[in-house]
């Protein structure tokens, strides 16, 4: 069997001819003779047959261009509206979401190979409140055509489609020029003709795509004899047939350049923690949107991972790339050094509105190890410049992780943290015993004790106390009682050391609370934010710092040694400063506090299941601790191959820590894959 090839059809402005288009390439593609299915994904101005069936009036357009192929509507509404009018006007709802399980019901039960999907208008005709036809196309990864009635305005609206698709990663294949209606006779006809004539050349040119052909204005067309219409439809397919033959030609989708993907990933390619020789094959991803990450074949996968911790608030959200849209129009980047510019502002002076009180300053950094690195040196800085040489050590937890570059290696859990390889040769930190007083459970002041016997022994020589607030994450997703990091707060300053929060995890609302040291009403004197920072668009850190600090390492004209490259780049900046203000409506509070909610619920069975030594929640963070280190290859099979969702456990971890956006019924399906996996032992 051929390929399959997926083409979406869309018109520029909302004038017929896209049915036209869709018929007719069906009809050449059928003589090129692929297996044909043309599907309208949603038919608006339906009408009732005599029978009572509702029929889809494009779709009997398709029946009679080419009665051959395999043509279907998938979702029909009454109203000859835009479809969100008229699903409203009807009581319906139709989602992306939906529209693509339909299109894979469909796809299944055809057995078609070539498959033709009409637009209803526009590209951004609107599916409901807030999804477009453009969302439903970006996530099936198909060719796009343009169909451009041929008038006046053609160029215009045509450059507008091609710019809007290629902004969501669509490269269009090409458009068509569609004549609408017969040129007047005489001199206004001469320059009608020439409009017409000059239209495709320009949007050729200026959009940088291919005129796949001219249909010629038929009169009535689908009013005539049979035997006109049939020639009608035979000359209208003859003109698009090389355009038929092009879209069947190999492509990205085909399943050699797929496997050459896997093939080259697997060979030359560097995952996180593994090594190329012993690498199990990847999944593609060729798009993500909205909770789901969408496989190469087609499928959806819920995202029960935010992309380690991230994607806060989903994937695709339209906000953050505007604003990364805009801002690499105006200027993607520019050395910080000696220049700055309104993103870094903004931020800046919106992050200092929402931090712990008494956090002044801000350094940018690239990503949350870098951060770290950066807070470490601030710290050693500072105790230097205040004349304190013998505080040189930093003190951190067992059970801690802070990151992979040398310097925040040193202040991971030494012996169960991924870096006890490098024992010896980082530098000697001092660690405190992970804090054994859970989150949910009464706090004495024993908690702190041994905390307190290390900052009395060895206080002198400790510059600084780093911790990961609330929540240790990727050293065991360990949940500690908020007194424990108020008592540490007071032992820093009892010791004269700084208090430095890793809320690269926990911050921008994990933990139910925007930053988990809210928990403890207490404030850092540095602090680090990444991941979610930029809505889990593009890498950015930041590093915030109180005026002491900042004073302290400015002595005597002291600076800080450090400044990277790609350091405040305007673009994450950008699309930091939109995730800010998504957090800023205040809506992730109670989307986190359902997730808690449904997490607890979801997860509560496995209490009961053999193998399992704790289940805790906190905020939208789901955690199932294994008595055993668990079977992360077959359980992430299982997980996609049984569930279509997308969890990674580690160790002896299983976890879920998804999108704030994720529905109730896709938080439904994470937590019944992780029973599901427990309970049939599927993690042995
Ligand atoms: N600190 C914490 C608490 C983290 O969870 C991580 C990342 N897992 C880091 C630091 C390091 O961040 P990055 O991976 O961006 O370097």
């Known amino acids: 069997m051929a390929e399959l090839r997926l083409i979406c059809v869309c018109g520029t402005d909302t004038g017929v001819g896209k049915t036209v288009l869709c018929a007719a390439l069906a009809r050449a593609a059928h003589a090129l003779g692929r297996g044909v299915l043309a599907v309208k994904p949603v038919q608006t101005g339906c009408y009732e047959a005599p029978g009572g069936e509702l029929l889809a009036p494009d779709v009997e357009v398709y029946r009679q261009a080419c009665p051959q192929a395999q043509s279907a509507a998938l979702v029909t509404l009454r109203a000859p509206a835009s479809p969100h009018l008229a699903a409203r006007l009807e009581g319906r709802d139709i989602s992306v979401a939906g529209l693509n399980l339909d299109l894979r019901a469909c796809l299944d039960q055809s057995g078609a190979d070539f498959v033709l999907l009409e637009g209803a208008g526009g590209l951004l005709t609107p599916l409901n409140e807030e ?16 169909a451009v009635p041929n008038r006046l305005g053609a160029i215009n609206h045509a450059l507008l ?3 809007a698709a290629r902004g969501r990663g669509i490269e269009p294949c090409g458009f068509v020029l569609l004549n609408a209606s017969a040129p007047a006779s005489g001199r206004e006809g001469d320059l009608e003709r020439r409009i017409h004539g000059d239209n495709g050349a320009i949007i050729s040119r200026r959009g940088a795509l291919p005129c796949l052909g001219e249909l010629p204005f038929v009169p009535g067309l689908l009013a005539l004899d049979a035997r006109r219409r ?43 923690y593994s090594s190329p020789a012993l690498q199990p094959r990847a999944y593609e991803a060729v798009r993500a949107r909205g909770a789901s990450i969408i496989l190469r074949d087609g499928r959806f996968l819920v995202d029960g991972m935010s992309s380690w911790w991230c994607a806060a608030h989903g994937y695709g959200r339209a906000e953050l790339l505007q604003s990364l849209r805009g801002q690499a129009g105006r200027m993607p980047h520019v050395m910080f050094g000696g220049f700055t510019h309104a993103p870094a502002v903004d931020l800046g002076r919106r992050l200092l509105e929402i931090a712990p009180a008494g956090l002044e300053k801000i350094f940018y950094a690239d990503s949350g190890s870098v951060a770290v690195e950066v807070a470490l040196k601030m710290a050693l800085q500072y105790q230097m410049a205040l004349g304190r040489p013998e505080k040189k050590r930093i003190l951190a937890l067992r059970g801690a992780y802070h990151g992979d570059t040398l310097g925040a290696m040193s202040v991971c859990d ?10 010896g040769v980082l530098p000697e930190q001092i660690f405190a015993p992970r804090p054994e007083c859970r989150f949910d459970a009464l706090y004495t002041s024993q908690s702190a004790q ?12 400790i510059a ?67 991941k979610a920072l930029t809505g889990g668009v593009i890498t950015l850190s930041a590093v915030l710092a109180s005026d002491a600090v900042a004073e302290g390492i400015s002595r005597r004209g002291g600076i800080l040694m450090h400044g990277p490259t790609f350091m405040a780049n305007p673009l994450a900046c950008a699309v930091a400063g939109a995730s800010l203000d998504i957090l800023g409506s205040g809506e992730w509070r109670d989307r986190v506090l359902g997730i808690e909610a449904g997490l607890r619920l979801g997860l509560e069975p496995c209490k009961g299941f053999g193998g399992v030594a ?32 997308w969890i990674r456990p580690f160790n002896r971890l299983i976890y879920l820590m998804p999108p704030y956006i994720i529905s109730k019924e896709e938080l439904a399906r994470l937590t019944v894959a992780v029973c599901g996996a427990v309970r049939e032992g599927w993690w042995i």
């Open 464 to 530: 600084a106390l780093i911790l990961e607030p609330i929540v240790q994450g990727a050293g065991g997703m360990w949940f500690y009682h908020p007194d424990y990091l108020y008592r540490a707060r007071e032992l820093c300053l009892e010791h004269g050391c700084l208090l430095i929060l890793d809320e690269i995890a926990t911050g921008f609302g994990r933990t139910g609370r925007l930053f988990a040291c809210e928990w403890a009403r207490v404030s850092p004197d540095i602090m680090c934010l990444g």
């Open 161 to 163: 489609s091609i710019e």
């Open 450 to 461: 041994e905390l307190e016997n290390i900052f009395k022994v060895r206080g002198r020589e």
């Open 230 to 272: 049939e020639r009608a439809w035979e000359k209208a397919s003859g003109v698009l047939s090389a355009a038929a033959a092009a879209l069947c030609a190999p492509c990205r989708a085909d399943t050699a350049y797929a496997a050459s993907i896997l093939d080259f990933d697997r060979e030359h390619l560097w995952h996180p």
């Open 131 to 146: 999804e477009s036809l453009l969302d439903f196309f970006a996530c099936l990864d198909a060719s796009l055509v343009l």
């Open 414 to 423: 030494p012996v169960n943290g991924m870096h006890s390889l490098f024992q």
């Open 614 to 645: 704790d289940v805790r929640v906190l905020g939208a963070i789901g955690v199932l601790e294994m008595e055993r280190p668990v079977n992360v290859q077959r359980l992430v099979r299982y997980f996609v191959e049984e569930h279509g969702v």
